[in-house]
């Protein structure tokens, strides 16, 4: 009797040594390493339309949370604008005033993305390039250069890049002209740039933007632009939240 049972311990034991054999191998390392997935950091990248306040953050937020998306992590060196909405992730790379010819020939982006390291870009820049009267073509070597620090960065990082806002500018008369010309160079340009591991997506901001009832000065949203904002971003950004 007692060899019957020492040989069932033997059994058992071998076993248990198969089962741990078994959990430590990769197909189950890889199985617990999807069960806590690392969130996707979302950078959303601009000037003050993202960052002063950049309300349209905590909507997109809002909306991503209750569709539950919400393995996702805004990330940047700027916070504190609440906007008197609900608690959100308010970690974002908006500079007010900021150029993206100024942003890529001063080489600033590199450290935000070191520290941020981004998975998606949310990119609306150029709206101080234009006010300055920047060329298209100037401003869209500014953001080749910005994606090129972005993919040195992380090389599968993805860009989804605005059709920027309108703008009626009582002081800028021929800034909503420029605004016209730097977004239909844009498309082009994606495409130019875009590759399968580090896609470029053009994200359309500027059709149905009205700067009569969307802004409060011609160029920076009201509440109802923001809402409009986040609408257009959230459909572009989820195919890349998985």
């Keep these: 009797m007692s060899r019957v049972i020492r040989r069932a311990g033997v059994l058992t034991s071998a076993l248990l040594a198969i089962l741990f054999a078994l959990l430590a191998a990769p197909g189950a390392q890889g199985a617990q390493a999807a069960q806590a997935a690392d969130p996707v950091r979302v950078m959303a990248l601009g000037d003050s339309i993202t960052g002063s306040p950049g309300c349209w953050r905590s909507l997109l937020w809002q909306r991503l949370q209750s569709a539950g998306h919400t393995n996702v992590d805004f990330v940047g060196s700027l916070s504190g604008q609440s906007c008197g909405l609900p608690l959100f992730d308010d970690n974002h790379e908006g500079h007010g005033g900021i150029l993206a010819t100024t942003m890529a020939n001063q080489n600033q982006l590199p450290a935000w993305l070191a520290a941020a390291d981004p998975d998606v870009v949310l990119m609306h820049l150029g709206t101080n390039d234009v006010w300055s009267n920047q060329s298209p073509a100037t401003i869209t070597a500014a ?79 009201n509440d109802a632009g923001n809402v409009k904002i986040a609408a257009r971003w959230y459909p572009a950004l989820v195919p890349y939240l998985s």
Aim: negative net charge.
């Design 143 to 221: 953001y080749s250069k910005l994606v090129g620090q972005m993919r040195a960065n992380n090389p599968d990082v993805t860009v989804l890049v605005a059709r920027i806002l309108p703008m009626n500018a009582s002081n800028c008369g021929e800034c909503g002209q420029r605004v016209v010309n730097l977004n239909a160079a844009i498309p082009g340009w994606a495409a130019g740039i875009s590759t399968a591991q580090s896609p470029v997506v053009v994200v359309d901001q500027w059709s149905g933007f009205n700067t009569a009832t969307d802004t409060y000065d011609g160029v920076h949203p």
